[in-house]
Nanobody
Framework: QVQLVESGGGSVQAGGSLSVSCALT????????MGWFRQAPGKEREFVAV????????EYKDSVKGRFTISRDAAKSAVYLEMTSLKPEDTAVYYC??????????????????????WGQGTQITVSS
């Protein structure tokens, strides 16, 4: 059974940096697109960044481009989100997600949460001003 295990996160002042990681267990890592979505209090869940774990293609929310970097390590079956120049509006619970795409898939990763079947437990990111 596929499981996603998140780690990292925490609190930081505006302008600071944080990172989160997500490990996939129970299946072949490169057969998935994985990424991060976030949900702030009173708001809908939104896309942040995703990566095709086979091809390495990435997509980013416009407001995080240049500040956040998503990467993968196939040897560890994990994806990472490095966040710099954090802003108070980045405060949210960040959820790791995975979509099964099959073997040798070179498609651009999807940005809609409805296509992701597996979800992590979520980790809180708090940015204070």
């Amino acid at each position: 059974q596929v499981q996603l295990v998140e780690s990292g996160g925490g609190s930081v002042q505006a302008g600071g940096s944080l990172s989160v990681s997500c490990a996939l267990t129970g299946d072949i890592f490169t057969r998935y697109t994985m990424g991060w979505f976030r949900q702030a209090p009173g708001k809908e869940r939104e896309f942040v960044a995703v990566i095709n774990c086979n091809a390495g293609y990435t997509e980013y929310k416009d407001s995080v481009k240049g500040r956040f970097t998503i990467s993968r390590d196939a040897a560890k079956s994990a994806v990472y989100l490095e966040m710099t120049s954090l802003k108070p509006e980045d405060t949210a619970v960040y959820y790791c997600a995975a979509q099964y795409i099959g073997p040798r898939n070179y498609a651009r990763p999807g940005i809609h949460d409805s296509v992701y079947e597996k979800w992590g437990q979520g980790t809180q990111i708090t940015v204070s001003s």
